[in-house]
């Protein structure tokens, strides 16, 4: 317990004012993030089954749905831009005492973002195929991606809704409410995935198709709990249509966030979908590999997101009350969070990752391939995580265009560069050592440390501390 004790000790915090106990510190911290990591992990959970019942359909199901995601995901750029620079203003605005502002926040950014939601709707519907043409779409997968995407995009209004409203209410620290309409949505997804993919119940066999609607229907019941407690007039956040304004102060503070944000996005969008292209090109195999081992980082980042969710929301919050020294004393609490479910997490995938993989396949190549990949993946779990929380702390505090800066750097840049040489000419010259598989993961491990070393300079530095939103 000592050890323990001085471990969880926060300490390098130049205090300005009364200083709270770490427990409180911790038991703050804590109090937004469990719930946050538990919606990140059972959402992750959730997402990795949504996939793995695919394959009832096909042998590609899997690899054809999984080449949607990174295009999803771009087209989502500009709402989730939207949705950081919401959490940093409200949060702002609530640690300054200003509900008004907080409430004036979200009903221009909700404005904002359904304009966004219906132009990427569009988007995505009618430019499908060309879009997953250039995700490197093959034969076998191409019209199975395509149809699925095509019902997803139609949905993503509902999508950039759901974001938005759930933003604001982690920006003041209702994370329990957001787990809730998360998770709900999701069993909702699972169910209907049962019902459609193959069938039963009474419903028609719809295969990828009924996998997307069910996307799309778990998407709309998240969106609609979200609206009952966002309008709820007991609520601290009480979202109104009648009486919108704009302000240039609230619009400033958004672009000055959320262009930010969204160049950040952008680079990271950029690396992981010319890396998923190149894996694409190599084989079937190798890209059911690859996504079955990101189902399960996909857990990592969302502990890890967690976590940097009660960061970003008491450094916003610390920092409108105009407490700098609460401000770090919160981020170097948020870390060592971080460190101990990271720790946690490895010891899990180390002795499940031959059953992680079944749960997907049961071909003995691409299994094979997985349990290589998970062994790689563990070195940059640590370091995955630690860059996290940085992350979410300097958006926080408003400071992203340094985060958007160390993405391009390290996953627009060298993460590519890496996989395309370790899966490419390695992998070519060395085949035994089977780099089609784990090449990939191995940039990740060292895209890991290097974001995380960049963001934890900052952090030391404490510039972001002086940012005015």
Not at 101 to 124: E, K, P, R
Not at 150 to 170: D, K, P, T
Not at 393 to 403: E, F, H
């Amino acid at each position: 317990m000592g050890v323990l004790r001085r471990f969880l000790g926060i300490r390098g915090v130049n205090w300005t004012g009364e200083r709270p106990e770490d427990g409180e510190i911790y038991k703050k911290a804590l109090a937004i993030a469990w719930p946050a990591t538990i919606e990140g992990a059972l959402l992750s959970i959730i997402s990795a089954a949504d996939t793995a019942m695919v394959r009832v359909v096909d042998k590609y199901a899997i690899a054809a749905v999984s080449l949607t995601a990174q295009p999803r995901m771009i087209l989502l750029i500009i709402a989730q831009a939207l949705c950081v620079g919401t959490t940093a203003l409200i949060a702002r605005r609530k640690g300054e005492g200003d509900r008004a502002g907080a409430n004036s926040v979200l009903s221009q950014s909700m404005a904002l973002i359904t304009a966004v939601g219906v132009l990427v709707s569009l988007a995505g519907y009618f430019l499908a195929e060309p879009i997953l043409d250039l995700a490197g779409a093959a034969d076998e997968t191409r019209q199975m991606a395509v149809d699925y995407f095509r019902i997803i995009a139609a949905g993503l209004i509902f999508n950039c809704w759901s974001l938005c409203l759930c933003a604001a209410l982690r920006a003041i620290g209702n994370t329990r409410i957001t787990m809730v309409t998360n998770i709900t949505a999701n069993l909702v997804n699972v169910f209907l995935n049962y019902c459609l993919i193959g069938g039963n119940l009474g419903f028609p066999k719809l295969g990828v198709r009924g996998a997307a609607i069910a996307t799309v229907c778990g998407t709309a019941v998240s969106c609609a709990i979200a609206f009952v407690y966002a309008t709820r007039p007991d609520g601290y956040l009480i979202f109104r249509v009648r009486g919108l304004k704009f302000d240039r102060h609230t619009l400033s503070g958004l672009m000055k966030v959320g262009s930010s944000s969204m160049a950040e996005s952008v680079f990271l969008r950029l690396g992981f979908f010319i890396n998923t292209r190149m894996i694409a090109d190599i084989g079937a195999d190798e890209l059911t590999s690859y996504n079955i081992v990101q189902q399960v980082t996909g857990l990592s980042f969302t502990l890890g997101d967690g976590v940097a969710t009660a960061g970003a929301t008491m450094v916003g919050q610390s920092l409108g009350a105009q407490r700098k020294d609460k401000a770090m004393a919160y981020v170097k609490a948020s870390r060592k969070i971080s460190m101990i479910a990271s720790f946690l997490l490895m010891a899990v995938i180390f002795f499940a990752r031959r059953g992680l993989a079944l749960i997907f396949t049961e071909d003995e190549t691409i299994i094979a391939g997985a349990s290589l990949a998970f062994t790689t993946v563990l070195f940059g779990i640590m370091a995955q995580n630690g860059r996290v929380v940085f992350s979410g702390c300097l958006r926080g505090a408003g400071d992203v265009k340094y985060v958007a800066f160390c993405s391009l750097v390290s996953v627009a840049i060298i993460r590519p560069l890496l996989t395309y040489v370790l899966c490419y000419p390695l992998n070519q010259a060395l085949p035994a050592l089977q780099l089609a598989y784990t090449g990939p993961w191995i940039a990740f491990v060292i895209d890991a440390y290097i974001r995380e070393a960049l963001l934890y300079a900052r952090v030391r530095r404490g510039t972001f501390l002086n940012i005015k939103l």
